[in-house]
């Protein structure tokens, strides 16, 4: 079965500091993908999304994720985090045709 | 635009009573509906998804239930709730863009506490 994995439950940055949170899949097909941003006592958000083309994606709030289909992942990036940037930041897959699959997600707590 | 409305926000009940949540979707049709549960730490997991009105596919068997009565209406529901159902219940739609690619957006989501 496919699955998404996060490699930081929790990371802690000053503001400032580059972000990278990383995501990787289990599936070597077609693939669409996605990064959703939970802030405190809100909605899930969709923060970017990539199906084809250009592997760089940008999101809102000045996050970017890059797809390298080779390696299976799908990390966030920014280069320099704001304290509005705590949130829980969740990767997801979904095949053609069947349902999304979540990561567990990282928490991400920015300092000010 | 699209929306997608959840009710209550907030649910305390006691173990043993039923439940029942609702969720509405507005400004598309025939949307593929899911209901999760999200647990700290554990991210989300999916309980139930609809690709249509009375289609009702379970992904983990538990206490709960779900209906589809309506394209845009998606019901999850227990006879009885115990302890372990406590959690964060999330409403979420899925439409087919062009070229096949996927969207999914969330609903506000439902905090049950079984008490």
């Known amino acids: 079965a496919q699955s998404v994995s996060q490699h930081n439950h929790h990371v802690i940055l000053s503001e400032a500091a580059s972000l990278e949170l990383g995501c990787n899949y289990s599936?070597?097909?077609?693939?669409?993908l996605f990064w959703y941003v939970q802030y405190p006592g809100q909605h899930l958000q969709l923060l970017l999304k990539y199906f084809s083309g250009d592997p760089l994606v940008k999101g809102i709030k000045g996050f970017e994720a890059e797809f390298i289909k080779s390696k299976f992942s799908f990390n966030l990036r920014k280069p320099s985090v704001q304290w509005s940037d705590t949130a829980e930041y969740f990767c997801?897959?979904?095949?053609?045709?069947?349902?999304?699959?979540f990561g567990p997600g990282t928490r991400l707590s920015v300092l000010p | 635009s699209q929306t997608i409305h959840q009710w209550p926000a907030t649910l305390v009940q006691p173990v043993g009573s039923p439940l029942s949540l609702e969720c509405t979707v507005e400004?598309?049709?025939?949307?593929?509906l899911y209901w999760y549960r999200q647990a700290a730490g554990r991210g989300l997991q999916l309980l139930f998804y609809s690709v249509g009105i009375g289609q009702i596919s379970s992904e983990v068997p538990q206490n709960l239930s779900a209906s589809r009565p309506q394209d845009r209406q998606f019901i999850l529901s227990s006879k009885k709730l115990l302890l372990s159902d406590s959690g964060f219940y999330l409403c979420a739609w899925s439409v087919r863009r062009t070229g096949g690619n996927y969207e999914q957006y969330f609903g506000p989501g439902t905090r049950l506490t079984v008490t």
């Open positions: 400004g598309t049709s025939n949307p593929n």
């Open positions: 997801a897959v979904i095949l053609y045709g069947q349902n999304f699959v």
């Open positions: 599936y070597g097909g077609t693939v669409n």
